[in-house]
């Protein structure tokens, strides 16, 4: 089952720093370009920051200078270092990657969420 997994968030003090990992398994032969999305209470999901497949990165204003993203592909894994976090930071942290699946002789590309990882940022 092809899946992305997760984790990493937890409750930390404003200042403190998080790293966020996301993991694709299954029977994927490639992994593009990879995403991490937030959604705080009672406001709709943004986009936080984007890695392509090139190896280029796209960040929100918001979170510009203080976060950073970067992947190991031998791993299938894309991580979200989060520095300086704010209580605005807060919220549930969702990757979300395009995944090249096998499935028997034949090859996709399909559009894959993570379960959603809390971040909290104490005041």
């Known amino acids: 089952q092809v899946q992305l997994v997760e984790s990493g968030g937890g409750l930390v003090q404003a200042g403190g720093s998080l790293r966020l990992s996301c993991a694709a398994s299954?029977?994927?032969?490639?992994?593009?370009?990879m995403r991490w999305y937030r959604q705080a209470p009672g406001k709709q999901r943004e986009l936080v920051a984007d890695?392509?497949?090139?190896?280029?990165?796209n960040f929100s204003d918001s979170v510009k200078g203080r976060f950073t993203i970067s992947r190991d592909n031998a791993k299938n894994t894309v991580y979200l270092q989060m520095n300086s976090l704010k209580p605005e930071d807060t919220g549930v942290y969702y990757c979300?990657?395009?995944?090249?699946?096998?499935?028997?002789?034949?090859?996709?590309?399909?559009?894959?969420w993570g379960q959603g990882t809390q971040v909290t940022v104490s005041s």
């Open positions: 979300n990657a395009v995944l090249g699946l096998l499935i028997g002789d034949q090859k996709r590309l399909d559009d894959f």
């Open positions: 299954g029977s994927i032969f490639s992994v593009n370009d």
């Open positions: 890695m392509y497949s090139d190896g280029s990165t």
